[in-house]
């Protein structure tokens, strides 16, 4: 729960969601976004290396702040384990309702 939002807004997005259910309404998660999204990415760096612009245990974060019931993250983890397997991903998904 966060105290930045309004009770209203938090109550119109829950029940927003028990309406629609899983509903994704910006984009739907497709191999091709997914792609897109790890050309995004920096590359991964060796565990341990020690570049200022990467994380130290060559770990990449991904957050998705205001998910909602969207499967998104999911099924960019489920992508990630299937395509980029050189890669170490973190992969977080959060949303106030």
Not at 9 to 28: A, L, M, P, R, Y
Request: charged letters at 30%; one cysteine or more.
């Amino acid at each position: 729960y966060s105290i930045m939002q309004k009770e209203r807004t938090i109550e119109f997005w829950n029940e927003f969601h028990e309406k629609t259910g899983d509903k994704e309404w910006i984009v739907h998660p497709t191999d091709e976004l997914f792609q897109l999204i790890c050309s995004l990415l920096p590359a991964p760096t060796a565990r341990g290396e020690n570049d200022k612009d990467s994380n130290k245990d060559g770990t990449l974060r991904v957050l998705e702040i205001g998910c909602g019931t969207s499967t998104m993250s999911r099924e960019f983890w489920k992508y990630v384990q299937l395509h980029q397997k050189d890669c170490h991903f973190y992969i977080r998904a959060t949303d106030v309702s």
